[in-house]
């Protein structure tokens, strides 16, 4: 599976985002990022054992995240402060939040010792 | 101001002593001899990352671009935790296997000696010299601003001594200087965005004053344009999986185990001392929007704000970024020489000397490298930063990130990813510096967008070949 999924999806989000700069298509610019991100977190999904599925689930969850924040500021009108204000908001709800995560669906692995040396 | 400065060198001194003393071996040199917990690698990877790059190029920056500036630190969020699940736990795992002391060693252990070593030990040696570079800039706009003191001079005494520490000591050494330092960082960086919002009148007077005399700065995407922004968020979301200073504190974890505390530490302490970015950027930037501060360019924005407020906040200041350019120059030092004596050499298969003298020496040359540079370059602190980034980026993106994680990865494709990445970036930033290309192209992001096509098409089509 991760023999064919990975170079396809790398190579696919490649292709798209040299694109999205030839073509200056923020659009298809947000569509990389969303699924970079969701993909980047899915790396892990097959070091996980108890964790997959909840794993899976924080991927998705950044995904939408990210796509929430740019839908925003693509979609919302000029002028304001909202659009900056989102940004903050966006960095103030998820700091606390990805890491306890990371930490939540953390596995060891079986074989891990200390290696420290003096 | 003086006594801090006097301090200061007394502990780059002290902690040269005790570093020459606990670094003698290549595992301590290079590795802080796996010594590392947590805390220690969080704190410390936390202000090896964040440099003059945040404290003066950031606000710098805000001023210039306003909201969308923030698209390089959005991703603060996801990259403590993103480092980890991408290249983290694969790192450690590796760096157990095959005892590796520094990232050219990970793309050996993965892709085989010679040209993979060789092409990563030369990437890293270039990047870092550009990335020293950004701390000697930053440091010589500061020195002028605040100190009075030629920028050169306080450049110059801030790298030797964080040379002389980290020539004596190694990681070992600058270890646990990072950490206190990455501490001393976010506290204060802390206390000067609340300074700067207080001084502007608070959150929102800072954000009216912008609606009413800069509007075009609280536009998500003004001055770079969508694509633009959304190219900066990736490349600082994606890039920090592939910065060998960042890498290298993996390198240092005594265990696994380690990994499941490291994103919230990297995580609290980045976004405390990303505070800097945003309240500086917004409160000293509403001062200057106002008519309310003189200010001679945007990387004078932030020392222009500190010579203006209380006597103990501009010491801490100093102190701050003082720490924020040694701790990165420390990590970057390590890992240039390192490049220079111990991966270039055994990329041709040549003998490594037994002394850690050569290390000290290439430690010291390549804070002499960056200063050189610094002087030559003519770049704001931001952007310089920017090169230094996209540089590692599209040089070890592919070949470590999707190295380690696929394994239908090759040595050809490895090779091809390691020479087109950081060959398109450097094209397209001299494109860029000429004027000739478009806000949407982002040099390190589209060199590394080439460089994973490389990986991809090279492995598939040599992996046939040998089939």
Known sequence: MRSFVLPAVSTALAALWLAAAAFDAPAVASLVAVAAITAGICLAVHRRRRHRRSLVAVAAGAGLAVAALLGAELLLPPGGPTRFVLQLVFVALLAPVVPTLYAATFEPPPDDSDRSAG | MTTALVVLAALAVGLAVWGWRHGGTELAYFAAARSAGPLLAGLGGTAAGLSAFVFVGGPGLFATLGAASLWIILSAPFTGSLQCWVVGEPVVALAEKHDCLTVPDLVEARFGGGWPRGLAAIAIALGGIAVLAVQVKGLAVVGETLLGIPGPSIAAATVAATALYTAAGGMRAGLFAEAAQGTLMAVVSVALAVAALTAAGGPSAAVATFVSHRPELLDPWHGVGATGAIA???????????????????????????????????????????????????????????????????????????????PWLLVAAVVAVLAAVMSTAASLLNVVAAALVRDLPLAVHLRLP?????????????????????VASARQ???????????????????????????????????????????????????????????????????????????????????????
């Open chain 2, 381 to 467: 602190v931001a952007l310089l930063g920017i090169v230094g980034w996209g540089t590692f980026t599209a040089a070890l993106f592919p070949a470590v990130v999707l190295g380690l994680n696929w394994p239908g990865a090759t040595r050809h494709g490895a090779v091809a990813a390691l020479l087109l990445g950081p060959a398109t970036q450097l094209l397209l930033e001299l494109l860029h510096h000429a004027g000739r290309l478009a806000p949407s192209w982002e040099p390190g992001l589209a060199g590394t967008a080439v460089g994973v096509l490389a990986l991809v098409t090279v492995s598939l089509l040599s992996s046939r070949s040998v089939s």
């Open chain 2, 354 to 374: 037994r002394s850690l003298t050569p290390a000290r020496l290439a430690t010291l040359a390549a804070a002499a490298a960056g200063g050189a540079f610094a």
């Open chain 2, 232 to 310: 900066w968020f990736l490349l600082f979301a994606l890039g920090t999986c592939a910065q060998p200073h960042y890498l290298q504190k993996f390198l240092l974890l005594r265990s696994a185990a380690s990994l499941r505390w490291l994103p919230l530490v990297m995580t609290g302490a980045l976004v405390a001392v990303l505070t800097v970015w945003v309240g500086l950027g917004l409160g000293a930037g509403a001062l200057w929007a106002g008519g309310r501060l003189v200010v001679a360019g945007p990387d004078d924005l932030a020392p222009a704000f500190l010579a203006r407020t209380a």
